[in-house]
């Protein structure tokens, strides 16, 4: 796994955010880790929560992407307009992504190698105006040697 630093496995890391969508019906979110320049949709490569609806709340997932191969885990907690805490954490050899807290996810296959920046992607699969509302962002990276 490389963040954009150029660091390699093993290296530990956290993304944190606290945020809501104002939008849950027709909607593609993605947060937490992409290839650089967000190629594609979905990215090539990337570490993120995604939730896609099509008129019907659907629970968020847990993703790891590796040259488009991808491991997908249902975290069993549906999206919805209040703000929730959204942590990934890397431990160099495992990506745990947690809600509120809670641990959902615990993933190993699939992580990607190119180097990943932080993002946020809400795109509107309907012809009507989605935002999100971010209340913190918190991301920090350590090499362990």
Aim: with cysteine.
């Amino acid at each position: 796994m490389v963040l954009a630093t150029g660091a390699t496995v093993p290296l530990t890391f956290k993304w944190y955010i606290i945020t809501r969508i104002n939008s849950t019906t027709q909607v593609t979110v993605r947060m937490g880790f992409s290839a650089l320049g967000l190629s594609g949709n979905p990215p090539t490569d990337g570490i993120y929560f995604e939730n896609i609806t099509a008129g019907a709340l659907v629970n968020w997932d847990c993703i790891t992407r590796a040259a488009s191969a991808e491991t997908n885990t249902d975290t069993g907690s549906v999206m919805d307009t209040s703000f929730h805490t959204f942590l990934i954490e890397g431990n160099g050899t495992n990506v745990l992504f947690y809600i509120d807290g809670v641990l959902k996810c615990t993933q190993a296959t699939n992580l990607p190698t190119a180097a990943l920046v932080p993002f946020f992607s809400i795109i509107a699969t309907e012809a009507v105006a989605k935002n999100m509302d971010l209340d913190a962002f918190i991301g920090w990276l350590r090499v362990v040697r």
